[in-house]
């Protein structure tokens, strides 16, 4: 099994790697002015696990940040699930319906953390969707369809969705989720 690492970049320029997903939480250098993580894995179901526990790892620097605590047990809630449930059907998406029928890209996936939230971008260069026909496609709830949910649970869980399809490998589809932290 091949290493994966994370490489952050601090706003003072300051560069760190950290070489297992689960000391992300936990990195101290820069901490207090951390502003992105970049992440790229293959488009594939494969790597669905790895890219939410980066995920799960920065809502917990979101709620460091928030609430000045540095204790590596702060209590996960529903910040954590909203963020975790969108940025999953995103990687969905783009591993099922992006990469349908070609070989999969890569999914580029950058973080921005700060105190008052979190905003991600997952880019890929998979098959585009028609945003303003999927808008119009409203689930029936009543019957919980097993598709066609993604955009729906995605916009329920985050207070921002935007979508810019690409028009080629120079400029790939770029879907920007953002979630502010509500303090408690």
């Not at 990687?91 to 999914?107: C, K, Q, W």
């Not at 950058?110 to 119009?136: K, M, N, W, Y």
């Not at 207070?159 to 989720?177: A, I, Q």
């Amino acid at each position: 099994m091949s290493n994966v690492r994370l490489v952050i970049r601090t706003v003072s320029g300051i560069l760190f790697v950290v070489d297992d997903v689960a000391d992300l939480a936990n990195a101290q250098p820069g901490l207090d002015d951390m502003d992105m993580i970049r992440l790229s894995v293959p488009g594939t179901l494969r790597y669905r696990d790895l890219v939410l526990r980066v995920v799960t790892a920065s809502c917990k620097l979101v709620r460091m940040l928030a609430t000045g605590k540095q204790e590596a047990r702060l209590e996960s809630g529903e910040f954590d699930d909203k963020v975790v449930s969108a940025v999953g059907e995103a990687f969905n998406n783009v591993a099922i319906h992006a990469y349908r029928d070609v070989s999969p890209g890569a999914v580029e996936l950058e973080i921005d953390v700060s105190a008052d939230g979190i905003t991600l971008r997952l880019s890929d260069t998979g098959h585009a969707f028609e945003p303003a026909v999927e808008a119009q496609r409203q689930p029936d709830l009543a019957t919980l369809p097993e598709s066609h949910m993604g955009l729906y649970i995605m916009r329920s869980c985050m207070d921002k969705v935007t979508y810019r399809p690409g028009s080629s490998p120079e400029t790939p589809n770029l879907l920007t989720l953002t979630k502010r932290f509500q303090r408690p």
